[in-house]
């Protein structure tokens, strides 16, 4: 079956526009995990999803950052007023429950000029 | 300080040679501790998990955590050029749902 798919895989915007980053975990999986890795170092945390709910999003950096699953399926991650510190590679992950082995898609690479 | 610690090397090795990378960790409460392996421009993959202390072996790779010291490990036998990655470890506690990463540990095996 289909892993776990992101799109797009490379957005480049300007500094103060608005941006979607999507992901479609795999079939069936309940859970769904958003973290950012910056160059060099290793994901950081934004926020969980059980179901539809955000179970945790003590991850997210500021207001900014907001996401949603409204059908328990697919995500989305809307970054509001891009600064150049956004700039990262955003990965999604998803898992079948509650300590269940994480999967991960290949990321968003976000570039904010 | 970060909740876990891993050194970024790089580190290269020749093809054949045994690898060890190492992380350290500060909170108590992680239970669960796994390592994986990330190729350039892909997501990371899974490949050891591990939740008490000792030894857990797969094919040519060996996870090692004691809790005691805060320490984990994760050994590579005859290491292949394939094996090139960065390696990262990840823990999560109890209930977290969370995972927190070492900064990952660029690898280089040199045929």
């Known amino acids: 079956g289909a892993g776990v798919s992101q799109t797009p895989s490379n957005k480049v915007t300007e500094k103060g526009k608005y941006v979607e980053l999507r992901c479609d975990p795999i079939?069936?999986?309940?859970?769904l995990y958003w973290y950012r890795q910056s160059l060099g170092q290793g994901p950081e945390f934004l926020i969980y999803f059980q179901g539809t709910g955000a179970a945790d999003d003590s991850g997210l950096p500021n207001d900014r950052f907001f996401a949603v699953r409204p059908e328990g399926s697919v995500s989305t991650l809307k970054i509001q007023r891009t600064e150049r510190g956004d700039s990262a590679v955003y990965l999604c992950a998803s898992s079948s429950g509650v300590g269940e082995t994480q999967y991960f898609g290949p990321g968003t690479r976000l570039l904010v000029l | 300080q970060k909740e876990v610690e891993q050194d970024p090397g790089p580190l290269s090795v020749p093809e054949g040679a045994i690898v060890s990378l190492n992380c350290t960790y500060s909170n108590s409460a992680f239970q669960y501790f796994m390592w994986y392996r990330q190729y350039s421009r892909k997501g990371p993959e899974l490949l050891m998990y591990?939740?008490?202390?000792g030894n857990k072996e797969d094919g040519r790779f060996t996870a090692q955590v004691d809790k005691s010291s805060k320490y984990i490990s994760l050994f590579i036998r005859d290491s292949q050029p394939s094996d090139s990655a960065t390696y990262l470890c990840a823990m999560e506690g109890e209930g977290a749902q969370k995972l927190v990463f070492g900064q990952g540990t660029r690898l280089t095996i040199n045929p």
């Open positions: 079939s069936g999986h309940t859970a």
């Open positions: 591990t939740y008490s202390s």
